[in-house]
């Protein structure tokens, strides 16, 4: 019975071992996708623009599938990340340059600021731009000492760009655009609060201002102020617990559409590999007979020459030794055999070569993957490895029992 069990545990830490490797390439290939096209950067980037500016011509930053997030939003001309600027964050905030006494504070849609917000950023229609152009016109600049209003034209604001400017401390130099892929949200109530000290008014200035440009974030700020009860401390714990929930709610968006990029990955390596997880299985089982007849001859008895002379007969003719034949089956496990029936087959070298022999298996691959007696292994390969690294490692930590680091 404890013998059968050993079998038992053998088999399981073989298949996790397999699926722990699959896996991890499953994700390293994945993660250098990710990292080389900034796409973590910039879907980060693309809720900040949607947030704190608004959609572009009623199109939200936010890709809405999963072909747009991995193909269509790292190759866009339309990055919404900021450039990258190599200098520190400007010591001295200037207040928003939004004249509140051109925009009332009930404006609507047809509000000079908002007629210019909308023409700036776009609306597809030239009657659009020209709206545009002419609110960006009529709209007053600061007002000057006496409260005479000047005939500079307003400019329009771009709050993802002021935004950065208090974050370009946390960014470091890659390519043009930004490469911040994440804002811990205690620096981004800090941001917003030197926005607010750069408003005479305060936070009821900034506010102001931010419905005056029709900036979505002025609701949020909005709701998290009145539920502050206007008070300073709470406001800025409000901002960075609210801006915490958006986080952990775009990192679960964002991991879903991963998920399918993970699944599609597992599948093409899991059939370039071949790697039916049921044929992996029947191999670890006979691999742990083969070797338990090999303890029993060591151990005196003659049990498993059959099993020796089986193995040995159909060898190589310099491994046809019986010597030499156990020798290289027990420094073969089945373990190392796991990509033998890949399409460029990989073999580790024997004692007297140095470097691995690689083959072209094409004819032999395909012919598996034609195979219907090979699909459900190849389908629970592709299911084991949804689960990802991090599951695989933990349920092999959990099964010998080896401890993690406790901090």
């Known amino acids: 019975m404890i013998l059968l069990i050993s079998v038992y545990i053998d088999l399981a830490i073989g298949l996790i071992l397999a699926f722990l490797l699959l896996s991890l390439l499953v994700s390293g290939i994945n993660e250098a996708f990710v990292r080389l096209l900034g796409i973590r950067s910039k879907f980060l980037w693309a809720y900040l623009r949607d947030t704190m500016d608004g959609s572009e011509g009623g199109r939200s930053w936010i890709p809405s599938k999963v ?115 994440n804002i811990p949200p205690e620096r981004f109530s800090g941001a917003v609060m030197e926005l607010v000290a750069a408003e005479e008014d305060g936070i009821d200035g900034l506010l102001a201002k931010l419905e005056a440009i029709r900036s979505p974030l002025a609701g949020h700020l909005r709701g998290v102020w009145e539920g502050a009860q206007r008070d300073t401390q709470k406001f800025r714990k409000g901002v960075e617990h609210w801006f915490d929930g958006e986080m952990q709610r775009l990192s679960t968006l964002y991991a879903r559409y991963v998920r399918w990029v993970v699944f599609a990955l597992g599948m093409v390596l899991t059939l370039l590999f071949s790697m039916d997880a049921l044929e992996y299985g029947k191999t670890l089982l006979r ?95 592709m299911v084991a490895l949804l689960f990802g690294a991090s599951f695989w490692w933990d349920v092999l930590r959990r099964l010998t029992g080896v401890r993690g680091n406790r901090s």
């Open 287 to 381: 691999d742990n007979a083969y070797r338990a007849g090999v303890a029993a001859i060591a151990g005196g008895g003659g049990d498993g020459y059959a099993a020796l002379k089986e193995r040995c007969a159909g060898a190589e003719p310099g491994l046809a030794e019986p010597y030499r034949c156990v020798t290289e089956s027990l420094s073969s496990p089945a373990l190392v055999k796991i990509f033998d029936h890949a399409i460029l087959s990989v073999t580790m070298p024997p004692e007297d070569s140095a470097d691995p022999s690689f083959r072209w298996n094409g004819a032999a691959w395909w012919d598996r993957l034609i195979t219907p007696g090979h699909w459900p292994g190849y389908l629970l390969t």
């Open 67 to 181: 072909a747009d997030v991995f193909a269509k939003l790292p190759f866009s001309s339309d990055d919404p990340r900021p450039v990258h600027s190599p200098d520190p964050a400007p010591a001295v905030v200037e207040p928003m340059p939004v004249d509140l006494t051109a925009v009332p504070a009930d404006a609507g849609e047809s509000s000079p600021a908002v007629a210019a917000d909308s023409g700036e950023r776009g609306t597809g229609t030239a009657a659009g731009a020209a709206a545009g152009a002419a609110a960006h016109t009529a709209a007053a600049a600061p007002v000057t000492g006496g409260g005479a209003v000047t005939g500079e034209v307003a400019p329009a604001i771009d709050m993802t760009a002021r935004l950065y400017e208090r974050l370009q401390e946390i960014d470091h130099p890659k390519g043009a655009r930004t490469s911040i892929a």
